[in-house]
Structures are given as C-alpha cells and as structure tokens.
C-alpha cells in the first residue's frame, strides 16, 4: 500500500517548507503538486526552487534521507495519517474566490481518508470556506463524517518569503477545528513543526485571523502612501518623517510607502475582508478605500515618473526607462499581483523600457510581449533608472550618471540626482 505519516498538497510558497520542517522531524513525507515542471524543480533541488521560504540546503537534505519524496498530483495522493492544504485562492476585484484547486485537492484526499485521519489546511481562505465548502466535500467523498470519523482543522500559514528574521517554526500558528477533538489533533501535529501553537475556537476564528492580520498590512500601506503625497505637497522628505514618527516607543507600526502591495495574500485578504464584510450586510468603507488607494498606485507611480523626467527636461514618451527589481519584494521570484509589474506594463504602453531582476529571468506582459531581463551594468543607454523593489543586490549601486527614481524606500543607489519616493 502506498502510504506516509503526512502528505502535503501543493508545493509552492506555504506548501514546500511544511513538507521539508515535516520531514526535518522525523515524519515521512510526500509532497504533491499540480505542475509537473515544480515537482521536477523541487526533485532536483534546483537554485531558486525554495522562493525564498526554505533553503536548497534543507530541502536537499529532506530529500537525501529519504523522509521526503515528491510527485504529480496526478498520481493521486498516498495514505496518510495526516493531509496538509497548501493551495492558492485567487480572488477577483470583487473578493469572489476560486475554491476549484483547494476542492480538487480535497475530492483527492477525501478518497483515501480513513478514521482517525486529520485534514488540515493551510490556505488563506475567506471566512467559513473550511466549514461551508470543504468540509462537506471532504465527507461526500470519504463517505466518512468530519469531526466523528475524521479531523479538519485550518491553521493559515504565516510566511514572510525572503525575511530570514523570521523562519518558517519561529512563527506563532493559530489553528482553529471543525471541533475540539480537532483542533486538539492539529495542534499536536503543528508542535512538531513549530516553536507555538495557539488555538482559537472555529475554523472560522482562525481564517477570520488571517484576513485581518493581512488587511491590517494592507490598510496601513495605502496610509503610508497617502502620507507620501501629504509630505511631497508640503516639501517633505517622507523617509524622514516616517524615521521620527517611529521613534515613539508605543502605539506605532511604521510601514513605508511603495507603488503598491502585491503578493498572494495582503491584497487578496483585503477583497475577501470586503466581501466576507457584504456577505453579511455589513459595509467596510475603510478597507474599501484602501483597496482603492493601493488599485491607484501604479498608475500614479508613473504619472510621478513622468514629472520626474520632466523635470530634466525630457518627455516620458521619448526616454528609455530601466526598472530595478519587478518581484513583489524584495529577494524572491514571485511576481504575482507585484506593483512593479504594474508599473511596466503602463511604461511599455508609453515608451522604452527595461528591467534587471537577478530573481525574474523574465517577464510576459499582457499583450503577450516577453520581457528579458537585462545585465546590471551600463547605464548610459537609459534616461531614468526606477529602483522599484530594493533586492541586497542594489546595495551601494552606484548610477552617477543617469537620474534615479526611489519607488522602493530600500538601499538607496548612489546617482547625481535622485528623485526620492513614490509620493
């Protein structure tokens, strides 16, 4: 029979470091994933294939012993004691998400699940997705009932790619079950993997957590870029204001301003907030605007590039653009819903431009034009260089020669003139 202690369903940014801390504790573990490219890249432990949420040295090691194999979804999932969700949610504008991967994946388990089993998931979903979607998906196929044959629990991943502060046991996990009994069994799986577990009381508590915790990013962002624009109209360098309003020791969280969140979960969280929030009768104008604020910003990023390059006496249309960094943060591979992509895909509406990115070989905009990135080097061929996500690379850059534009509130390059933050 084909069986393991755990199987993880998905192999992307929440899925892969729970297969490899699974493994790192001794569990057997298999890892499905949908693409057949990204289990060939996480086999192979290829540069890069951690995303910047666990090492190529861990993941190696985790493959070495044995204790973690991977494979195509396609082959169906083993027997397991435990089954672990990591699958993405889009959203559209209006907050309405697309269950189809987390359901699919759910029909897969649901046909090898025996009594005892505990299903947990670890998407971010919008409030009462566990309870109202997958839990009855989950008994129509094992014919089995959550909560008296079965366990089902929703533990939301908490992850900052790229932040090596912040590691993937070192962070608290709230974990909520379908019932007591269940959330008992997550939590004694999830102490294996990480330094504290703390329960809240549904399913619900727990996905309602994370979609505050990430909407309360999101709201503050749009705050810090509207802040920009009230310093640049008073004559303000923003980076300066935010340094002394942060030395208050309590009641403030500093967030910078950029051309806008991205990511998988801040801006999704922030529809599924608003949605949720109507689902219920209930308005949510502060979310609403901040929503706006954040949908404004790369278009109003490059109205102030074309001020900027105005401002040298030159037209946007007829410059040559360079863009530094078009990942969503910086040091990571991910791209998805990043503003800096925004931003070129509004230049090359308007004029000539470029990128480097050492993290994202390239870019298909939407008309379907391939973007390569170019070599970090010589910048006389370009009229303005934007530093739109601060990458270790771009530390101590020096363009002495070419205008800088800062989107980025990062490392600061060197140039002659520098036209500071996105405001």
Not at 63 to 76: N, P
Not at 83 to 99: E, F, K, M, N, S
Not at 175 to 191: E, I, K, P, Q, Y
Not at 203 to 215: I, Y
Request: charged share 20%; glycine share 8%; net charge neutral.
């Amino acid at each position: 029979m084909d069986t393991a202690d755990v199987v993880v369903m998905g192999l992307g940014f929440t899925g892969l470091p729970t297969a490899v801390a699974a493994a790192g504790a001794g569990l057997r573990v298999t890892g499905l994933d949908s693409s057949a490219q990204r289990v060939r890249e996480v086999a192979e432990a290829r540069p890069g294939c951690g995303l910047g949420t666990v090492s190529e040295h861990a993941l190696r090691a985790a493959l070495a012993t044995g204790r973690l194999t991977v494979r195509d979804a396609a082959s169906g999932p083993p027997v397991a004691e435990v089954h672990v969700l990591c699958l993405p949610t889009p959203a559209d504008r209006r907050g309405g998400v697309d269950l189809r991967p987390l359901t699919t994946a759910a029909l897969a388990v649901g046909s090898v699940l025996r009594p005892d089993d505990l299903v947990l998931v670890q998407s971010t979903c919008p409030p009462g997705t566990v309870a109202e979607s997958l839990v009855p998906t989950l008994e129509r196929s094992s014919r089995l009932r959550a909560g008296a044959d079965f366990h089902v629990a929703c533990a939301p991943m908490r992850i900052d790619p790229g932040n090596r502060s912040h590691g993937f046991a070192a962070l608290p996990r709230v974990v909520g079950g379908h019932t007591t009994r269940c959330a008992d069994r997550a939590a004694r799986f999830l102490s294996g993997v990480a330094h504290e577990v703390v329960g809240v009381t549904s399913t619900c508590a727990a996905e309602l957590a994370k979609v505050f915790e990430n909407t309360f990013r999101l709201v503050n962002i749009s705050l810090a870029n509207e802040f920009a624009a009230l310093c640049r109209a008073y004559g303000v360098d923003v980076a300066e204001a935010l340094r002394a309003a942060g030395t208050k020791p309590f009641g403030f969280l500093g967030h910078e301003p950029s051309a806008g969140a991205g990511g998988d979960c801040v801006p999704v969280s922030a529809r599924f907030f608003t949605a949720a929030a109507r689902r219920r009768g209930l308005h949510s104008p502060l979310v609403d605007t901040a929503i706006t604020v954040n949908d404004a910003m790369p278009v109003h990023t490059v109205h102030r590039l074309r001020e900027a390059v105005h401002s040298t006496g030159r037209s946007l249309r007829d410059s040559r653009v360079l863009l530094l960094g078009v990942a969503y943060k910086p040091d990571i591979p991910n791209v998805r819903q990043s503003a800096a992509i925004a931003v070129l895909e509004e230049l090359h509406r308007e004029t000539a431009v470029e990128y480097h990115d050492p993290y994202v070989p390239e870019v298909v905009l939407s008309d379907g034009t391939r973007l390569a990135s170019r070599q970090l080097g010589d910048f006389r061929s370009t009229d303005l260089v934007v530093v739109m996500t601060p990458h270790r690379v771009y530390r101590g850059l020096e363009i002495l020669d070419v205008p800088v534009y800062d989107c980025a509130s990062g490392y600061p390059v060197r140039s002659a003139t520098t036209f500071m933050r996105v405001a």
